[in-house]
């Protein structure tokens, strides 16, 4: 384990400490979450943002919620918690670890006739979630290395490192794995406009685990396909349907593109909690359309003409015949997947 862990979420015991995600690198600062309602700003505003992360989050977020509710009679109390969870299930649209996480701990106190302990036994669950969620990240680190070539490179898009995740991370895990089993290989990063998770936030995370990485402009990444440069390119999902097309930070799909053109494998290291079995294919996916002043400024200073029109997709699909594989915890799923990501989702210990 690196002395310089990252752990962008820790429970205080009455709050949630995020580490605030909009204010990095140049500063690392905390942010205190004591309610539900500021839970769901946190995720909204992106200080805590990675579809695991937000999982995490949320989980908590339902459990200060029922903390919180003063009324007597079960009945009642499930109301308002039910409530509760449909506004922390809509801070964002596209990412299912959001929708997961609230539902989980929704269907563990429906199912408790005990509403004076159902306030506990959620936080008991948030914080199992919590754990369960780093200990997966490992899992599928452990499962992936083999994918990342000796001596050769990788590229990863956005964030999808422990920040993104409660701990060690998705597809910056497999990169971190890879490294620390001993192999030895360039790594890219791109800066991912509009929000720049990829020059803020994994630039930060690569320099922390002392991985060293290049980063590059979005639109150079074919270049350096094209010359060579790049042996396999590994992403995070947000949501993935159950043929294997697959959601995740806009410019994505155009990686993967890209990365077929130029006979480069595609891979994505997800949860199986980012799999959604109940959408046949990614049209069925819902895009989140951002705010235009992330495209047109740039922390608060405008780059654009005043008065531009601008349109900011924060997620694109990636068609599963662009994807090579998809690495899970129960393992690494290659085509066909509608049967082998089922096959992840109902259980088994190894795809």
């Known amino acids: 384990m690196s002395e310089n862990e990252i752990r962008p979420i820790k429970w205080s015991g009455e709050n949630l400490e995020l580490l ?158 890879g490294w620390e089993d001993g192999k030895r290989f360039q790594v890219f990063n791109t800066e991912t406009r509009p929000f720049l998770q990829g020059a803020r936030l994994t630039a930060w995370e690569f320099q922390k685990l002392g991985i060293p990485s290049k980063l590059i402009v979005d639109s150079a990444a074919g270049l350096l396909m094209r010359q060579g440069k790049i042996n396999c390119i590994i992403t995070g999902a947000d949501r993935i349907a159950a043929n294997g097309d697959t959601a995740n930070k806009i410019g994505t799909y155009s990686l993967a593109v890209l990365a077929k053109e130029n006979r480069i494998p595609f891979y994505i290291a997800a949860p199986i909690s980012t799999i959604d079995l109940s959408l046949p294919d990614g049209d069925q996916i819902q895009i989140e359309e951002r705010p235009e002043e992330e495209v047109t400024h740039l922390q608060g200073v405008a780059i654009a003409p005043e008065g531009v029109q601008a349109i900011n997709p924060a997620f694109d699909v990636t068609p599963n015949g662009y994807v090579s594989a998809i690495i899970t915890e129960a393992g690494v799923a290659r085509p066909p997947f509608l049967e082998s990501l089922n096959l992840a989702v109902v259980g088994s210990t190894h795809i």
């Not at 839970?39 to 977020?61: H, S």
């Not at 701990?105 to 969620?133: N, Q, W």
Request: charged share 25%.
């Open 20 to 177: 605030d995600q909009t204010r990095l690198p140049r500063e690392e600062v905390t942010v205190t979450v004591g309610t539900y309602q500021q839970a769901v700003v946190a995720i909204r505003d992106m200080q805590v943002r990675g579809a695991p992360a937000i999982g995490v989050t949320a989980a908590y977020a339902v459990a200060m919620a029922a903390r919180d509710i003063e009324v007597n009679g079960r009945q009642e109390f499930m109301a308002q918690l039910e409530a509760a969870a449909c506004e922390i299930a809509a801070a964002r649209p596209t990412a299912v670890n959001l929708q997961w996480a609230v539902r989980r701990m929704v269907d563990l106190a429906s199912a408790d006739g005990d509403v004076d302990g159902i306030p506990g036994r959620l936080l008991d669950e948030a914080k199992r979630i919590h754990l369960e969620d780093e200990q997966i990240n490992r899992r599928m680190g452990d499962y992936g290395k083999d994918l990342i070539p000796d001596g050769g490179s990788v590229l990863t898009h956005c964030n999808a490192g422990a920040l993104a995740t409660a701990g060690f991370g998705t597809a910056i895990g497999v990169i971190r794995a």
